[in-house]
């Protein structure tokens, strides 16, 4: 889990012309209030994303630094926040455009509430993001609010339910507060960011990996250098 200690802010956009050259970065999505903020605190050990009482007001998409042009990406909540309808759509828009086109994404995070998961947002968020192909990794948040039996219930009750919607899609229990399940995450989580080592190397010494050499055109650039400290956008990192 050291990598994910290492992540720092590295910037806030509000167009995917403006995203960092990458090789390879993990998105954490999910409805508002459901903790997202507070997994990606849990599992950096640190304050990267910053908590609001205030849910729904995440408006950017957030980069989180890991080092060799990899990163952490927070994305704009969905399904609870009072704002106006053209806003909502230039959310809406920016976050399917992400995880549609953004060729550097392996895999998303989706963040659900323990006690209300797979609702008809979440369901329609798996079915479409599964058309990529990517893996999908549930964290069940919240779980310290119930018991230990009732939460290994909704486990189990997602686990069977999920393949309808992502057959790619795996499941696990999370707790920010008492710091469960954050040694499973990271391991999933991690997977997916060496799955990507070869075609990190190649790009770094300049060469394009012969499967599909024109896919990584453009990612020669040398490893972004993550900000410290208060940045702007940085106050944007709510849920």
């Known amino acids: 889990m050291s990598l994910f200690r290492s992540a720092l802010f590295f910037k806030s956009v509000a167009s995917l012309a403006d995203a960092p050259a990458s090789v390879a970065e993990i998105a954490f999505v999910g409805r508002s209030n459901t903790g997202k903020s507070s997994a990606l605190n849990a599992l950096a050990g640190s304050q990267l994303a910053f908590v609001s009482k205030t849910p729904g007001r995440t ?76 893996p999908v990794h549930v964290l069940l948040t919240k779980a310290d609010k119930l018991s230990r039996e009732a939460a290994q219930k909704v486990l189990r009750r997602v686990e069977g339910e999920i393949g ?51 896919q990584n055109r453009g990612w020669r650039n040398k490893s972004p250098r993550a900000k410290r400290g208060n940045q702007p956008g940085a106050k944007c990192l709510k849920v």
Request: charged share 20%; aromatic share 10%.
């Open 164 to 214: 309808a919607f992502a057959p790619n899609a795996s499941v696990q229990l999370f707790s920010s507060l008492k710091k469960s399940g954050l040694e499973e995450a990271a391991a999933v989580l991690l997977r997916w960011l060496d799955a990507s080592a070869p075609r990190a190397v190649s790009v770094a010494l300049g060469r394009e990996p012969n499967e599909n050499p024109r």
């Open 59 to 134: 408006r950017l998409i957030n980069f989180y630094a890991l080092g060799s042009e990899r990163f952490i990406v927070d994305l704009p909540g969905y399904g609870y926040a009072r704002v106006p309808e053209a806003t909502r759509a230039s959310w809406e828009k920016l976050l399917g455009g992400y995880l549609q086109t953004r060729a550097p994404l392996c895999g998303l995070a989706l963040v659900m509430d323990v006690r209300h998961p797979l609702t008809e947002l979440d369901q329609r968020m798996l079915g479409w993001f599964c058309l990529t192909g990517k």
